[in-house]
């Protein structure tokens, strides 16, 4: 049986550990670390709450018309909500994208889908000009 607290003279061995690290700190030390994080985050927010407060203390005498009801601008105004408003223009511009709709019913003309678009392009193919031939003159054009 080997000592544990005297390493053998191996010098193969020398410079290394012979036993496991005590879980026992470890767990100590964790748990502190844990304790003054939250103790440090708790007085930051402290810290940042009182600053806001001493902020708006101080702004609300020096700017009295700032709480004042002002009228609206003339328009066009600035948009107050851009994200809800793209969001809208995204729904409307799904609506007319994706749904069929008459755009003049007495010329017969009516909106597709894109997809259906697509589809109907994929079959027919895009309209072209037939492909001349090289030895014909070109014809003048007629005024």
Not at 34 to 43: G, M, Q, R, W
Not at 76 to 94: C, G, I, S, Y
Not at 105 to 134: C, F, S
């Amino acid at each position: 049986m080997t000592d544990t607290h005297h390493p053998p003279q191996d010098p193969r061995l020398v410079g290394h550990e012979t036993s496991d690290a005590e879980i026992g700190p470890l767990l100590k030390f964790a748990v502190f670390l844990t304790i003054v994080v939250v103790i440090v985050s708790l007085l930051t927010m402290g810290l940042y709450s009182y600053l806001d407060a001493r902020e708006q203390a101080e702004k609300a005498p020096r700017y009295p018309l700032s709480t004042a009801q002002r009228p609206l601008p003339p328009t066009p105004r600035l948009q107050t909500h851009p994200f809800m408003d793209v969001q809208q223009l995204r729904r409307e511009e799904a609506r007319f994208l994706t749904r069929y709709s008459w755009i003049d019913r007495d010329a017969g003309v009516v909106r597709i889908p894109v997809d259906r678009a697509i589809e109907v392009l994929a079959e027919r193919g895009l309209p072209h000009r037939e492909a001349r031939n090289p030895e014909q003159p070109e014809a003048a054009p007629q005024r």
